[in-house]
């Protein structure tokens, strides 16, 4: 995992789908409440955009995620 990721998300936070990986918290599950989690707090939802924005830089035109 890169330097730039790492300062994204925790890198062990990564491994554990019970936690979000930005901020730790315990989450109902690991899809969708990690979504209404993030919908709930600005901090991670701004964290979670910045993810999304360099995996889709390193992927380009193949993820639509």
């Avoid at 994204?8 to 209404?36: H, K, Q, T, Y």
């Avoid at 919908?39 to 035109?61: L, Q, T, Y």
Wanted: glycine fraction near 12%.
């Amino acid at each position: 995992m890169s330097t730039q990721t790492n300062s994204v998300a925790s890198a062990g936070r990564w491994n554990d789908p019970e936690r979000c990986p930005f901020c730790g918290a315990a989450l109902e599950d690991g899809g969708a409440g990690f979504i209404a989690h993030v919908e709930a707090r600005p901090s991670c939802a701004e964290r979670f955009e910045r993810w999304r924005a360099m995996v889709a830089s390193d992927i380009g035109g193949e993820w639509s995620g």
